[in-house]
């Protein structure tokens, strides 16, 4: 005999564990993310609760909101009783943390560290899917003036027009530049096509007189610095 779907129900649990009342009565930081995700969700479905699916949902990317976060629409609707509409609530909250993050750290705006520049950067590339080269223009008090994404997918040197690279540099009256791309598999190591890009756009900047100050590569949890490891 299959259990009634009612009993998985959180309308049926006692007032003070229910995801809602609990963060009414105790505060927001007394739920764990599978309750915040339930709330987003409203309901389970036949087998469980909102909460229990989402404990399973977190439990398969590793209760990791990070890997979470890289779930996309249809990955999200493999899940039995999350369709387009829950779906789409769970990346657009997510998305908003994301952004959170991001404004926290504008008022960072000078470069001292490698570290500065990665957390500013790691909202941005931390939890993409795909590979994404940005450059940072600085001005003389080594402020970020400008940055922009360069291209997307795979890095090849191939892919980088130094002339626009530099007439962009040029035309923001930015006297040094940071390289900044991700790597989604983790892998920290420098690749030789990042070798390269480097090499290139340094030997360019010599003759302009701006200088490549460095080039990071962030990860999901870290990152790797070309100036601080002497091999700019």
Request: glycine share 6%; hydrophobic share 40%; proline share 3%.
């Amino acid at each position: 005999m299959k259990p009634s779907s009612k009993s998985f129900s959180i309308k049926n649990w006692s007032e003070s564990d229910r995801p809602r009342e609990k963060l009414i009565h105790k505060g927001k930081s007394s739920l764990s993310d599978a309750e915040l995700l339930a709330i987003l969700i409203g309901s389970g479905n036949r087998e469980e609760s909102a909460v229990e699916l989402c404990k399973r949902i977190l439990h398969t990317s590793e209760n990791s909101l990070q890997k979470l976060a890289k779930l996309n629409l249809k990955q999200l609707q493999d899940f039995k009783g999350i369709g387009e509409a829950k779906a789409i609530s769970i990346i657009a909250a997510l998305e908003l943390g994301s952004r959170r993050g991001a404004e926290s750290v504008q008022e960072l705006n000078k470069i001292s560290t490698s570290k500065d520049v990665f957390t500013i950067m790691h909202p941005f590339l931390g939890d993409l899917d795909h590979e994404q080269f940005w450059i940072l223009m600085l001005n003389n008090s080594n402020k970020i003036i400008y940055k922009y994404p360069l291209s997307k997918g795979g890095i090849t040197s191939t892919m980088v027009d130094t002339r626009l690279v530099y007439k962009s540099a040029l035309a923001h009256g930015s006297t040094a530049l940071i390289l900044v791309h991700n790597h989604p598999s983790g892998t920290l190591q420098p690749s030789q096509a990042d070798k390269t890009i480097t090499q290139k756009l340094k030997n360019a900047g010599d003759l302009l007189d701006i200088k490549i100050l460095d080039h990071i590569i962030v990860t999901e949890k870290t990152y790797f610095s070309f100036a601080d490891e002497g091999i700019l």
